[in-house]
């Protein structure tokens, strides 16, 4: 068994593949912990031809024996965790035997899914594109430090106590500010009470679940959602979601100190891809992006919303490095390039007459930047190989000055969206040097 704490993460605005990639390392580690978002961020896993979405479970739920943790930084809808555990225990899987489930999670309400679509319905044409899942206005309230944890629910006395004067409060602004219906606070008792007999056996101390496995010698893989540019303080402001993405997060939101995590992991598409709104300096309005949509089935796998697709930015990359301290990347969906003439790398961005080499953070800047790409030869295939030396030699090129402009090497390369297709060129639990894309330390 490795010896070495690796997080993993997302460094677009997610939908990157981290849920293949985490399934296929967990059988390398003793436990896999996911430690912000909810159950707006699908991870959909292929194995033996058979696809499974996850949104609230860790993607380690598929390798038997290994526990999974859902992490105090998660906010969660008892109900969705509910209808989760009873999709995978009619597939087989027994989710109890492996699923703990953090006491200090931040519970998910009715009224604050009512909440969040009533803010979205008044924004109009200006709203964020959120899921309409509860999320911000949990996280809202867990810092306005009104919020109720799943540690209430244990207690129903303790739990209504609660309930009643956050769903009036809640009440006050649907009715009088967004005109909107009130939400029972009675029938969300009842709601929430029926699913935690679902799931209140796994409710458990989870940070001292997770230093049981260190203290083992064990592996710990932590899971990330939605990617880094989503980040509530370092994304693309206010086109965010409601938590901390990046990679510093995952000691906040699971209890494990910072000098716990030895390696992180970061996500990236071939290309790069957005659902809903906010800037994209590289998103194709034309048949080429309709094609990187269709080739790359690019639809959200728990809303089905459509993905904005562009060319790979290689400028967000490198801040994205920065900003979580990658140690190595994980390249997924080469294969949607397959058969391209040429592809493109943006290498530099123009506004107002001035070309930089620097992403802005100021959401509204980004928006006017123009890209400015290097155009590369294209390939035939790569689908499916699992040996890099077996790539197309223009692939190989590609990959090369992907880690050239973004300054981290490619440590995984997946071509398919099966568990077996991925081909390895760092080991991410190696301490060994890593090398290039090229073969070259």
Known sequence: MPKKNIVVVGTQW???????????????????????????????????????????????ILREGVPCVIGNGVVLSPVALTQEIEELESTGVDVKSQLVVSASCS?????????????????????I?????????????????????????????????????????HNFLLTNYYNE?????????????????????????????????????????????????????????????????????????????PLNIES?????KAYTTRVGAG?????????????????????????????????FDAL?????????????????????????????ICVAYKLNGETFTEMPMDSDLLEQCEPVYEEMPGWDVTAGIQNIDNLPEAAKNYLVRVEELVGVPISLLSTGPGRTEIAVLNDPFSEETAVNAAGEI
Not at 141 to 167: M, N, Q, T, Y
Not at 283 to 311: I, Y
Not at 324 to 337: A, E, F, P, Q, R
């Open 14 to 60: 997610g939908d990157e593949g981290k849920g293949k990639v985490i399934d296929w390392l967990t059988d390398r580690v003793g436990c896999v912990v996911r430690f912000q978002g909810g159950h707006n961020a699908g991870h959909t896993l292929v194995i033996n031809g058979k696809k499974t979405i996850l949104r609230l479970i860790p993607s380690g």
């Open 107 to 127: 519970v998910i309400l009715p009224s604050h899914i009512a909440l969040d679509q009533a803010r979205e319905r008044a924004k109009g044409k200006n709203a």
């Open 129 to 169: 594109g959120t899921t309409g899942r509860g999320i911000g206005p949990t996280y809202e309230d867990k810092v306005a430090r009104r919020g109720i944890h799943v540690c209430d629910l244990l207690d129903k006395d303790r739990f209504w106590s609660k309930l009643e004067p956050l769903v009036e409060y």
């Open 181 to 257: 219906e009130p939400v029972s606070a009675k029938e969300s008792f009842d709601e929430i009470n029926k699913a935690f007999e679902k799931f209140g056996s796994l409710v458990a101390d989870s940070a001292s679940v997770i230093e049981a496995v260190k203290n083992k010698g064990e592996s710990i893989l932590f899971e990330g959602a939605q990617g880094t540019f989503l980040d509530i303080d370092l994304g693309t402001y206010p086109y965010v979601t409601s938590s901390n993405t990046t990679a510093g997060a995952a000691s906040v939101g699971t209890g494990m100190g």
């Open 264 to 268: 992180v992991l970061g996500i990236t």
């Open 279 to 311: 800037p994209f300096v590289t998103e194709l309005h034309d048949e080429t992006g309709m094609r990187l949509a269709e080739k790359g089935n690019e639809f959200g796998s728990v809303t089905g919303r459509p993905r904005r697709c562009g060319w």
């Open 316 to 344: 967000i990359l490198r801040r994205s490095a920065r900003m979580n301290s990658l140690s190595g990347l994980c390249l997924t969906k080469l294969d949607v390039l397959d058969g391209f003439d040429t592809v493109k």
